[in-house]
């Protein structure tokens, strides 16, 4: 309880130290530069030039610190030892490609790369196209939406529960295992399953981002002129035709934007991977193999370096991300 | 749109399965997990959770009393008997079969007769009693030792969560984690907002390149930021503590707030903003009184973002928190029970729930606000 005081204390004090900066600083230049005195133009000129850099102040000098800087430390790290002290060159870059566990990393990625923003994206566009034309739409939206509220370790606690497996001469408690042996199948331990586990972690992602791609990709088909629909109507297309050769051309500019999104997501989680296997029976990923560098090997040099991989796999996006956001001005 | 879904009433219906099928597939795992969070912990791990509303079948031992305890024998005419209820000791049910050695447990139906080599007769009937019979006095330190199969009603209990909540450290963590996400969602907004602003409506050089920075920044990976901070943490003396989880949250947030709220002042009719400047207002007073409160909907949008990305994330609160009682999250403590308690499913699955019940609720009540902000926030 005392906690919950002091969260609320120091938000009370955060935001109270907002206004008073924000109030105090803009006070103060409005005091320094009078705009109505002698010389108010000029004034009012400087105090415009001033004034942007109050009201930006607090948020460079956080981003600066939290996003930027890092950014450079990591690059300095990466050719330091495992305490950030010792220059070492290029060994750091030497030992993550002669490693192993690097390369399971990066291939299994890479699978999670292929898969995941496609499953997503292909089950969102399903499930926009199909709840658009019924009744119960938005409730059947909102059902599919609510994985994304929960978190990844949430959802893989659910998922362990569906891969949970009993031995073969009792019953199975695992939902899977349970189909699985209906049909007369034998009972599995999924996620030790070489190579294929790897697939029963996607699907927990998959299973929490349709809705994210759903919810985009629907408002999108929405906005599609309706002149375009009705002309194929009249020239006979099925509702399947309309939907392949109409509506998807349209709008592939917002799958685009929802396979980016994914795919950067893609590349940054770690929670499914650490709480379902803890990179076990090869499923090790890029975000789960630096933090155990990090928090296991103590090694900050060489997770710095996986982190800058990591990093360099996000650039091209953000690039493209940069260029298209400046075209819309 | 409704008129060329389909005269044909079959693609109707092959629409509405398929719908359902969907929301099926994504709807019963966390039904699952509801359900099965207030079973009772011996069904639970017995017996699948979607035959929870069907009595479990449970192979249960109980040892009688011993032969040689006070009062446990009693002469009946010229037999000795040991005579009760399997269910002496809790329980309830009805017994379809039994057994007198853990090789066959269910050798007998419920009231079968068995003689054993000793000479003894043991009976158990479908309501849990039994009767041990002996033409001589029984003797031995150990009571006989009876395996049934027996047949539960569905039993649902509060239990688990009890269990969680006050012995298992979870109500614990649920403050933890309230004491971050609550400044971790509110520090952001304002810095943010009067970031958007200036960068929307104030003319200055590099503005430009500041918009590009802060929509490069959206993407940058998490992981990048961890060692360089811990280390600075650590130099200026901050260490683990709340304050520097707080400050490391609103850094990460940042970017996708100002960028969003930016966007959503931008598009602000620009007569209202014009038309104040003309009267004198400074930008200062302008934001105050004209910008903050019509941009009401894209704070909310943003604060749903970020109160559940910090309610859920595990990988900043691993780092910039501690790992002992008075920092340990939900999402970390959940992640240690799976560890710890992995086959004990009453736990977590309780634990699971009780995480993420707060999101679900902040989820289904405010849902439109964070539909409007995911379509401002993806990055066209």
Sequence with gaps: ?329 | MDGIAGRKPALIWAVHLSVALLVILWTLPTFGLLVSSFRDKDQLSVSGWWTSLTSTERNVMVRVPAPNDDGAQVLEGSVYVIAGNVFDEGGAGDISAFGISSREPGAYEAGEVVTTKDGERISVQESGDYRIESDVEMTGKRGQRLFFTVLEPPLFTLDNYRTVLWSEGIGKSFLNTMTVTIPATVIPILIAAFAGYALAWMRFPGRTFLVAMVVGLIVVPLQMSLIPLLRLYTDIGIGKSYIGIWLAHTGFGLPLAIYLLRNYIKSLPKEIIESAKVDGASDFEIFVKIVLPLSFPALASFAIFQFLWTWNDLLVATVFLGNNEEQLVMTGRLRELLGSRGGNWEILTASAFVSIAVPLGVFFALQRYLVRGLLAGSVK
């Excluded at chain 1, 999670?112 to 292909?122: I, M, R």
């Excluded at chain 1, 606690?157 to 199975?172: H, L, S």
Aim: with cysteine.
């Design chain 1, 1 to 329: 309880m005392e906690q919950l005081l002091l969260a609320f204390g120091s938000m009370a004090l955060g935001v109270g130290a907002c206004v008073l900066y924000f109030w105090g600083s803009n006070r103060l230049l409005d005091l320094a530069l009078p705009p109505r005195s002698r010389n108010a133009a000029d004034n009012i000129r400087r105090a415009n030039m001033i004034r942007p850099w109050l009201f930006l102040g607090p948020a460079v000098i956080i981003l600066s610190a939290y996003l930027v800087y890092p950014v450079f430390n990591s690059i300095y790290l990466s050719f330091h030892g495992r305490s950030g002290d010792v220059y070492v060159g290029l060994d750091n870059y030497r030992w993550l490609f002669a490693d192993a566990g690097f390369r399971e990393s990066i291939f299994n990625n890479l699978l999670w790369l292929v898969v995941v923003p496609s499953a997503s994206t292909f089950f969102g566009l399903i499930a926009a196209a199909l709840t658009d034309r019924i009744s119960w739409g938005n409730i059947a939206k909102s059902l599919i939406f609510m994985p994304m509220a929960i978190s990844f370790v949430g959802a893989s606690v659910i998922w362990k529960f569906i891969y949970d497996v009993r031995a073969a001469d009792v019953e199975q408690i695992g939902l899977l295992n349970a189909i699985v042996v209906f049909f007369g199948g034998e009972p599995q331990a999924w996620i030790a399953l070489p190579f294929w586990n790897n697939f029963f972690l996607m699907i927990i992602l998959i299973w929490i981002q349709t809705g994210f791609a759903m919810v985009i990709l629907s408002a999108a088909l929405r906005g599609i002129p309706e002149e375009t629909v009705e002309a194929a109507v009249l020239d006979g297309a099925n509702p399947f035709q309309i939907f392949m050769k109409i509506k998807v051309p349209q709008i592939w500019g917002t799958i685009a934007v929802v396979w980016t999104t994914i795919t950067i997501l893609v590349l940054k989680v770690f929670d499914i991977v650490l709480a379902m296997t803890n990179g076990q029976w090869g499923t090790q990923v890029l975000a789960n193999f630096m933090f155990d560098w990090m928090f296991r090997g103590l090694d900050f040099g060489r997770s710095a370096t996986i982190a800058l991989v990591i990093m360099a796999l996000v650039v091209p996006i953000m690039i493209w991300n940069i260029r298209e956001a400046q075209k819309d001005g």
